[in-house]
């Protein structure tokens, strides 16, 4: 047995557009209106002074809507499947996601991430997220 960990696994993503490209009025529209929208999970399961930890449960085909992460964050695959996120310079990413593997993003003194999720997968798509309240931003009002 190795010393490799799944959160070592490389995250498997490729670009499928740029550009803006096949994003309908709706979906620019979405990111004008969730500019600021907080909820990055489906459900905040625990909320204390340091941290929020959210849980998603993707069906095929669904999708979380545009959020934004203001906050450092760690996420945590409980399944395996593929997603579609786009994000708000226009690209648009196909993502392969492996049970157990985590990454760690932080988001830097007003910086942030505002992007959506959908399952383009055959299986329930879960994920656990943990936000850090301890780095430079401000957390969003839910």
Not at 38 to 47: A, F, M, Y
Not at 51 to 63: A, D, F
Not at 87 to 111: A, K, L, N
Request: hydrophobic share 30%.
């Amino acid at each position: 047995m190795g010393n490799e960990s799944r959160s070592d696994l490389a995250l498997s993503s490729t670009v499928v557009a740029e550009g803006f490209a096949r994003w309908s009025p709706q979906l620019r529209k979405e990111f004008d209106t969730n500019a600021h929208n907080g909820r990055i999970g489906q459900s905040l399961v625990k909320e204390t002074d340091s941290l929020r930890i959210w849980e998603t449960s993707l069906q095929p085909g669904e999708r979380i809507p545009v959020h934004r992460h203001v906050l450092d964050y760690f996420w945590i695959a409980l399944t395996s499947g593929r997603a579609r996120q786009h994000s708000s310079d226009g690209t648009t990413h196909e993502i392969s996601y492996v049970r157990g593997q985590s990454r760690h993003f932080c988001c830097p003194d007003g910086r942030y991430h505002l992007h959506d999720l959908k399952n383009i997968g055959d299986e329930v798509l879960s994920f656990l997220t943990i936000e850090t309240k301890d780095g430079p931003n401000e957390p969003i009002q839910l």
